[in-house]
């Protein structure tokens, strides 16, 4: 028991290690462990060769396993496997995924991978399991890692300290911006566009002559973005500009309209084929970058469905290597203009691009950079890479310079040499101490091979000499002078811009830069068809509408218990406005109208008008048509209809009123009337000029008839030179004129007077 209570007491408490601290500082300090982790070794691209660790790790894994794009292609899971295994230990997931979008051409402007197997297209289809797939280094990717092996770059322990990595790639090639990069880390993110590399290496060839250019000289050399998948870049010159100055911005990259076949440049230009008989389609050539083609395709279906987009009949997907996406107009007079400005607006044909220049300098350190401080950094990297080369073949050439030396003593005594080795116990010792030799030279001598003996080969080691001390000079010098290193990098830039020029199918640019025109007045009315409809509207609510214009007298067909309450001429391209005594307002698209085979449908399936409400009238909005709105009570305003289109389902409030009283009128005020005419319960009629009327967009208005008993009966309005006219009912529909009006004009707000003989008993203007 004893032994054991001394174990016991031997072995450490765990409960000993717990510190007592407060839980948020605690909580902080390892979140920003976490969050500079995320930041620096994970989501940031590195600024000298625009890459993320898990990028790199996958190409120095591939550079290892010889991949290089003359040896034969090798399995993805043995590349993904060698990664995780040595380099990167996260989800092999994660690092196949990397791995694919290296390899994409409508994902990497300048693509590092090349693979072989199904890798996913721009359908936004996903690629194979990388046990299908084989890949194998671009040039490109050779390009970004040339150098590796001269000293260039410092060399760090992998994350179980069994291998070496390099910490950047040291190659020319400028990827990151000619790739871009996206990433989310904590607390920030980045996005930036690739660009095209000629245009790259004109701008740092400028800021290597001139230090201090200006911003817009760079940007004439430095067009802007240059995406894998083309497009246009729909922006003018001076706001992408202005982008690149900060390091920040927003960019519209739109898709192409081309049709290759077209036989008119105008056409072809402007993706329009004619077909013959005034038939044209058009034809979609690029679509912006990362959208997926089947996702696109899908938009514009959907909005044909929803009838978001009325004036296209169809869609179809005609491409192959190529993308070619058809659109059918619904008729041939539909504008081309029109249909593109829609489409921009309803689907993702139209995007946006954010940029946000974010990257690590040289010293690990995140910061947003304009363009002109990316080059300057990113030179100042490539002037370092270029002097540690240097110092590394310098370096080189003076140990070989060594041996060399010591070999050339060798040849010049050569008897005496052979003599030594052939009789000394310590030959070593001795050559040292007779010719005067390094430690390195005598051992050399010592290993040297009997048929190096000839005497060619003292030729070739004076030769040998005399070019490394050649080289050796010419370094020297160029590690002395910054200008000679600026010459050296700027020719190396040149020939790195032809391998990459306008003229090479890979350094060709593809998105378009032109500012777009002035956008084409987007709105559905537009996109609607226009066709003569008769709206029919019954007593109980239910609404239809008739192709073409009927005759207003024609007996319609209701429902048992129900017959007609409103008939009257439209056209498709129409807004109705539905009038209800509570004195709201209700849109209605009379291209939206059921068909008038049945009996049509409940109009509140459409609009939310409340089951107690009466629809007093349907009026066909005009632009800048006014209406007299008249409640019972005596009170009322002018309005027009442009202030009372609503736009939702639950109308517009127009007329306030007060406990039980409604809106009873609802009429267009012609073109020309100049008075108003009200009629109360108790029969009396005042007449008074319509300048008295207050135009409002909303309220209760104002007293236009005064009353003891009842309250408003009906109102119109009329001009007082033409006299005042009422329906006197009857199958004829016969209307009576009075002339004389002067009579019962007085000022608004009056009692009135008893109106003409034969005015109707149900005190209604008709």
């Known amino acids: 028991m004893a032994a054991n209570d001394t174990t016991l007491d031997n072995e450490k408490d765990p409960f000993d290690a717990i510190v007592d601290a407060p839980f948020d500082s605690a909580l902080s300090e390892r979140y920003l462990v976490y969050a500079l982790s995320t930041i620096t070794a994970r989501s940031l691209p590195d600024l000298r060769d625009g890459l993320k660790p898990v990028h790199r790790r996958l190409l120095w894994a591939m550079r290892q396993l010889k991949l290089d794009p003359s040896s034969a292609f090798k399995k993805s899971a043995r590349v993904v496997g060698d990664v995780i295994g040595k380099y990167h230990p996260h989800g092999d997931a994660s690092v196949y995924d990397a791995m694919v979008r290296l390899a994409q051409d409508f994902a990497l402007r300048y693509p590092l991978v090349e693979g072989q197997g199904n890798f996913g297209n721009i359908d936004g289809d996903n690629a194979a399991a990388y046990r299908y797939t084989e890949a194998r280094l671009t040039k490109t990717a050779l390009r970004l890692m040339e150098g590796l092996d001269e000293g260039t770059v410092d060399f760090v322990p992998t994350y179980n300290g069994e291998e070496q990595e390099p910490e950047i790639f040291p190659g020319l090639f400028p990827n990151l911006l000619a790739n871009g990069a996206s990433g989310i880390a904590v607390g920030m993110a980045t996005n930036i566009p690739s660009h095209n590399v000629a245009e790259i290496v004109d701008a740092t060839l400028e800021v290597i002559d001139n230090p201090h250019v200006e911003h817009a000289r760079l940007m004439e050399l430095f067009k802007g973005p240059d995406f894998a998948t083309g ?37 072809r230009d402007a993706g329009i084929e004619r077909l013959g008989g005034g038939q044209w389609q058009l034809v979609i050539s690029e679509i912006p970058y990362q959208v997926a083609k089947g996702k696109l395709i899908e938009q514009i279906a959907q909005a044909i469905a929803d009838k978001k987009l009325p004036i296209l009949e169809d869609v179809r997907d005609e491409s192959d290597e190529a993308i070619r996406i058809v659109l059918v107009p619904r008729s041939r007079n539909v504008d081309p203009e029109l249909l593109k400005e829609s489409l921009y607006k309803l689907t993702d044909l139209e995007t946006r691009f954010g940029l946000n220049l974010n990257v690590l300098d040289a010293g690990r350190t995140p910061m947003v950079m304009g363009i002109k401080e990316v080059l300057t950094h990113w030179i100042a990297s490539q002037i370092d890479i270029l002097q540690r080369r240097s110092q590394h073949r310098l370096d080189q050439i003076a140990r070989r310079l060594e041996l060399v ?27 040292m101490a007779e010719f005067e030799l390094t430690d390195r030279q005598a051992e050399a001598i010592l290993n040297m091979r009997l048929r190096s003996l000839r005497k060619l080969e003292e030729m070739q080691l004076r030769n040998e000499r005399d070019e490394l001390l050649k080289e050796q000079d010419e370094l020297e010098k160029l590690l002395a002078s910054p200008a000679r290193q600026r010459t050296r990098l700027k020719r190396d830039l040149n020939q790195l811009r032809k391998e990459y020029g306008e003229d090479t199918a890979l350094g ?20 609607i068809e226009k066709e003569p409809v008769t709206v029919i509207l019954s007593q109980k609510g239910w609404v239809r509408g008739a192709k073409g214009h009927l005759p207003l007298d024609q007996d319609f067909k209701y429902k048992e218990g129900d017959g007609p ?20 307002f209700f849109t209605l698209g009379a291209d939206k109208l059921p068909g008038a085979r049945g009996f049509g449908e409940p109009v509140r399936n459409t609009l939310d008008i409340d089951a107690s409400a009466q629809i007093i009238a349907v009026i066909v909005h005009r632009p800048g048509q006014r209406l007299l709105l008249a409640a019972d009570t005596g009170k009322g305003f002018g309005a027009t209809t442009d ?24 009429r267009p005020i012609a073109e020309g009337h100049d008075h108003v005419a009200c009629v109360g319960d108790n029969r009396k009629l005042v007449v008074f000029n319509l300048e008295e009327l207050p135009q409002l967009a909303r309220g209760q208005g104002v007293t236009l008839q005064r009353y003891r008993d009842g309250g408003l009966s009906d109102a119109t309005t009329f001009t007082l030179a033409e006299g005042l006219s009422w329906t006197m009912g009857g199958k004829e529909g016969r209307t009576r004129t009075e002339g004389e009006m002067w009579q019962w004009k007085v000022a608004r707000g009056g009692a009135g007077r008893m109106p003409p003989q034969g005015f109707p008993r149900d005190n209604s203007f008709g």
Do not use: C, W
């Not at 056209?571 to 709201?584: C, M, N, P, S, V």
């Open 405 to 431: 030396e010591g070999y050339i003593i060798a040849f010049l005594n050569l008897d005496r040499v052979i003599e030594i080795i052939r009789y000394e116990d310590d030959p070593k010792a001795v050559m």
């Open 565 to 584: 309450a409103f008939v009257l001429h439209a056209q498709t391209t129409d807004k109705l406005l539905l009038a209800t005594d509570k004195g709201r």
């Open 508 to 527: 060709a640019r593809r998105t378009t830069i032109e500012e777009a025109a002035p956008a084409v007045e987007f709105s559905m009315d537009a996109m």
């Open 643 to 666: 202030e009372l289109l609503a736009e939702t389902r639950k109308g517009r409030q127009v007329v306030n009123l007060k406990g039980d009283s409604k809106l009873v009128v609802a």
């Open 231 to 267: 497009g246009i870049l729909a922006e003018s010159a001076e706001t992408i500009a202005a982008a690149y100055e900060t390091g920040r911005g927003s960019f519209r990259v739109r898709g192409r309209f081309h049709a290759a076949e077209a036989e008119k440049p105008e056409d």
